[in-house]
């Protein structure tokens, strides 16, 4: 740890027991770049939000996400209705067409959790005796 962060570390620890917070007395050169950009760019700063405050507003996605989840639930409300066993069960363990998604929703939830496509290279594949890739 460097000592102007080890610095900063025990003043935190001192401010938590009750003395007075302080400014740092030396500002690491990373963070004085990010100070600089911040302030230094005002001029990009007011494009930005004058692009942000006359840009259209569209509801394009938010529609497409609302006419998703209503056809899903149409689809298993129809589907157990009519008993005609298209889409099954809950939204997490269902069937559609007979086809189990608890794997497919399983395999996207620990995907998504992870940050992490889990992949094997070709050549790490594991084979049976015998059997040719």
């Known amino acids: 740890m460097k000592p102007v962060m080890r610095r900063r570390f025990v003043d935190q620890i001192m401010v938590m027991f009750g ?10 050169p990373a ?8 302030r230094g760019n005002r001029d990009l700063i007011a494009e930005k939000l004058h692009a942000r ?7 394009k996605w938010r529609n497409r996400r609302w006419a998703t989840l209503i056809v899903v639930n149409l689809l298993f409300y129809v589907s157990f209705h009519f008993d005609i066993q298209l889409l099954e069960g809950a939204l997490t363990a269902s069937r559609l067409a ?5 794997d497919l929703n399983s ?10 496509l889990a992949h094997r290279a ?10 040719a890739p």
């Open 122 to 131: 070709p050549s790490d594949a594991p084979y049976a005796p015998g059997c």
């Open 98 to 102: 007979g086809f189990h998604l608890i």
């Open 53 to 59: 405050a006359h840009a259209l507003h569209t509801n």
């Open 19 to 28: 003395s007075a917070p302080k400014k740092p007395e030396t500002i690491d």
């Open 107 to 116: 395999a996207l939830q620990v995907m998504l959790a992870h940050k992490n």
């Open 31 to 38: 963070a004085q770049k990010i100070h600089f950009y911040k």
